[in-house]
């Protein structure tokens, strides 16, 4: 595997620890963003509680993962039941934040940017899953960040000139958030009805940024195939009618991660491209 600099193995290993351990740490975050934020609270005050008895957790009780399998996945106090989502949710963006490095080793400057689209991507799945949306709070910032990334990668990657990838995001938002607009119009104006939300033009235009315009597509295209199939499977599963919803969210999050890690392998392998 290769490693940014003259890193030699142990180093690049230290380093990759160290960066697990700081996506634990947002990780822990997140969970607060993903609880707070659809309900207009803060997200940084209080300090968590416990759902259960409403008391402070202590650090030594918050200390993401280890925390939760050493208590038993109950409250300390009162023994109330922490949910699984807690550590899953923070072990995800360990991963992902571990993997974004171990992928793209030499983009150091970067990987601030990749970490906040990783994280966004967690996080946005999660409130999608319980409240139905996708925050403007997280996915309009998102769009500007994806832009100044690429601005701060055309600046750093001699081999380009430095507007090409800024060119590049700026496409992606408006492919990603233009194709969806104009899905979500036609259907409206065929059923008479909302068949997408805002909050999924936005999202999957934040992707764009990230992504470039490639990516928007292709995360577009297997958002869309992984949700009919899902769609089809609960139908047949529950017996429901053919105008059941679900959540978009998640599998356009699905396909902006699967548009990060393999961008343009991932382009070809569909299309066939040699």
């Keep these: 595997m290769p490693s940014p600099g003259n890193l030699s193995s142990v180093h690049w290993n230290m380093l990759l620890g160290l ?59 009162c023994g109330t039941k922490i949910s699984i989502r807690y550590p899953l949710v923070e072990l995800v963006n360990a991963l992902l934040f571990t993997a974004a490095v171990a992928w793209r080793p030499n983009d150091v400057f970067a990987w601030p940017f990749h970490f906040y689209f990783l994280a966004s991507m967690v996080a946005c799945t999660f409130i999608d899953i319980d409240h139905w949306i996708l925050p403007d709070k997280i996915t309009l910032p998102g769009i500007v960040v994806g832009l100044l990334g690429s601005l701060v990668i055309g600046y750093v990657n001699p081999e380009l000139p430095f507007y090409v990838p800024f060119l590049n995001s700026l496409l992606g ?64 599963l529950r ?36």
């Design 19 to 77: 960066v697990f351990f700081f996506g634990l740490l947002w990780g822990s975050f997140l969970n607060v963003v993903i609880h707070r934020l659809p309900l207009g609270e803060s997200v940084v005050t209080p300090r968590s509680r416990c759902p259960g008895c409403k008391k402070l957790i202590p650090w030594y009780r918050n200390i993401p993962l280890l925390s939760w399998i050493v208590l038993r996945a109950r409250c300390g106090d």
């Design 239 to 274: 017996g429901k009618k053919g105008g059941t919803m679900i959540q978009f969210g998640p599998f356009l999050a699905l396909g902006g991660l699967a548009a990060f890690f393999f961008g343009a392998d991932l382009w070809q392998w569909y299309f066939g491209f040699r």
């Design 173 to 236: 938002v408006l492919v990603g958030g233009g194709i969806l607009y104009a899905v979500a119009l036609g259907y409206r104006l065929y059923a008479k009805r909302d068949g997408l939300g805002g909050g999924d033009i936005k999202f999957l235009a934040m992707i764009g940024a990230f992504t470039g315009a490639q990516g928007a597509l292709a995360t577009l295209i297997l958002s869309s195939f992984l949700g009919s199939f899902i769609g089809i499977f609960l139908i047949l």
